[in-house]
């Protein structure tokens, strides 16, 4: 079978597309970016060929994320400026080492490294904390961590906020569509609807910091609470960098400490 692909948008589109989904006028972006309006409208339009560098600009003033500034780039006739690697690539060595070390020195609590879709890219051992229980076609690669907290035959069953979790994760997840755009999360995201768990538990508890997740004990044991938080890296320059982010769980009530000390 033949699949047809999309012709790719024209530079002036791409350009028009962020500056509506960063509700700007242009008026508003060609100040910020010292260009005139009229030149702003007149790239928008096809009227003029921008130049390689108002492009990293504009991509700048309108914080597109370095994948889709590649893109922008590649639509305007230039070479992509952000490189591309693996985490096993010799120029990432330093960034896996430190991810590693992330991982190890957060034990014994659970931490996952993500991509951009919310796959799992590595984890420490305490994961296991999460998983038990969870059906093994969740825990084949990729994993989704969302797909794998959210669905019925995964964590669901023992989170006993179910509720309330969902609310907060699908909330996360709609504000990360929202700054990028990608189609590939939207999916995701309606994917995940359709999961069981909205109920009177999506009210948060407003003397609460932070939203916890509680699980329910597998098998003999305490209910287990923690809240998250996530790392990114700083001015990263790699595609790849960029998009990834640390999770990290910390106890959220002392019966969770107490049990992991025990």
Request: charged share 20%; hydrophobic share 40%; aromatic share 6%.
């Amino acid at each position: 079978m033949t699949m047809v692909q999309d012709p790719p948008q024209p530079v002036g589109v791409l350009l028009k597309h962020w500056r509506e989904q960063r509700r700007l006028s242009q008026l508003e972006l060609a100040t910020r970016t010292e260009v005139s309006a009229r030149h702003l409208s007149f790239v928008e339009t096809g009227r003029s060929k921008p130049t390689q560098t108002m492009l990293l600009k504009l991509s700048e003033q309108l914080d597109i994320p370095l994948r889709e500034r590649n893109s922008l780039l590649l639509a305007g006739g230039y070479a992509p400026a952000y490189a591309e690697h693996q985490l096993s690539d010799i120029p990432m060595a330093a960034v896996a080492d430190a991810i590693g070390k992330i991982l190890r020195g957060h034990l014994p609590y659970p931490a996952v490294v993500v991509d951009r879709h919310w796959n799992m890219v590595d984890g420490n051992e305490a994961v296991a904390l999460f998983t038990a229980g969870c059906a093994m076609h969740l825990l084949e690669p990729p994993i989704n961590v969302l797909r794998l907290a959210l669905h019925p035959e995964g964590m669901a069953r023992r989170i006993q906020n179910l509720g309330q979790t969902r609310a907060h994760l699908l909330d996360r997840l709609a504000h990360q569509i929202s700054a990028t755009g990608d189609a590939a999360l939207r999916d995701l995201h309606r994917e995940l609807r359709t999961y069981p768990g909205d109920d009177l538990d999506t009210v948060h508890d407003t003397r609460a910091l932070v939203v916890p997740i509680r699980l329910a004990p597998d098998g003999d044991g305490p209910e287990l609470a923690f809240f998250s938080t996530t790392t990114v890296f700083g001015t990263p320059l790699d595609v790849t960098l960029a998009e990834l982010a640390v999770e990290s769980f910390y106890p959220a009530d002392e019966t969770t400490v107490a049990a992991f000390k025990r």
